[in-house]
């Protein structure tokens, strides 16, 4: 069992930048493949990015790539979302996820934060 507590979240300006972070419990967060996903309201959760369990592949929405960066110390049962150029359409609710089937379906993720709140003013 491995919980998740995400942190980072905020207001901020158009073009600026967050970084998030989720805190993993347990000793087996470097068991498990990572993701982030977001939610904006009236709309479904959608990928943002994911990590394999080494940290050495990750992948991307085509909306955010260039622009955000996943990372992970597993060291530190820590996985990190990097945000820059932020946009008003970036703002929803940003959960971090983890054990996918699928990394880029929210449906067959394990286990689940609770979200942090972004918003991006334009």
């Known amino acids: 069992q491995v919980q998740l507590v995400e942190s980072g979240g905020g207001l901020v300006q158009a073009g600026g930048s967050l970084r998030l972070s989720c805190a993993a419990s347990?000793?087996?967060?470097?068991?498990?493949?990572m993701g982030w996903f977001r939610q904006a309201p009236g709309k479904e959760r959608e990928f943002v990015a994911a990590?394999?369990?080494?940290?050495?592949?990750?992948f991307y929405a085509s909306s955010v790539k260039g622009r955000f960066t996943i990372s992970r110390d597993n060291a530190k049962n820590t996985l990190y979302l990097e945000m820059s150029s932020l946009r008003p359409e970036d703002t929803a609710v940003y959960y971090c996820?983890?054990?996918?089937?699928?990394?880029?379906?929210?449906?067959?993720?394990?286990?689940w934060g609770q979200g942090t709140q972004v918003t991006v003013s334009s």
């Open positions: 996820a983890g054990d996918p089937r699928d990394l880029y379906r929210y449906t067959t993720y394990t286990y």
């Open positions: 347990g000793r087996t967060f470097s068991s498990y493949v």
């Open positions: 990590i394999t369990r080494s940290g050495t592949n990750t």
